[in-house]
């Protein structure tokens, strides 16, 4: 079988009231530019987060070129790219430093299965430890869980 790989982001995500629906995304800062890894950003990330509940963040690795976090539909959602477009807005309000934007759009894969989420989860974990910041994902202080999630995933 041969898949078709993807040079420009996919637009929206498929939503359906039979099954659970999360998001993996990556969002990439302007040019690839290094200035998430600090605390600033961080916290404007998880005030941003828990201020746009049209999805929900769950876990999320900060790298220091782009986000990685798992998302879910939360009250009255938003689509997706609408929903993004809103917090990175958000994000860059908080902080008002001019030379900190974003790319214009996101990477998202909708999660379909348990192993698909670990697959997922596992990447996200190993980013900074595949890109020599730390030994273990633990000692990574850009990471966590803005909401707790109680579905079939982790």
């Known amino acids: ?43 404007a990330l998880q005030a941003t987060w828990r201020r746009h509940v049209h999805w929900v963040v769950t876990r999320y690795v900060i790298m220091p070129d782009h986000p990685h976090l798992f ?12 929903w993004v477009t809103v917090w990175k807005t958000g994000v860059t309000h908080i ?3 001019p030379e ?16 698909d989420y670990n697959e997922k989860l596992n990447y996200m974990n190993e980013n900074p430890v595949k890109a020599g910041l730390v030994e273990r994902i633990e000692d990574w202080p850009y990471r966590g869980d803005v909401f707790q999630h109680y579905h079939w995933w982790p």
């Open 100 to 115: 900190f934007r974003w790319q214009a759009a996101s990477f998202h894969h909708r999660i379909r299965s348990y192993e």
């Open 95 to 97: 902080l008002k430093i």
């Open 71 to 82: 998302a879910e539909p939360g009250e009255q959602p938003l689509p997706f790219d609408t």
């Open 1 to 43: 079988m041969l898949y078709h790989r993807r040079n420009r982001p996919a637009r929206g995500v498929f939503e359906s009231d039979s099954v659970a629906t999360l998001v993996f995304t990556t969002v990439c800062a302007n040019g690839r530019k290094q200035w998430l890894t600090n605390p600033q950003v961080h916290a």
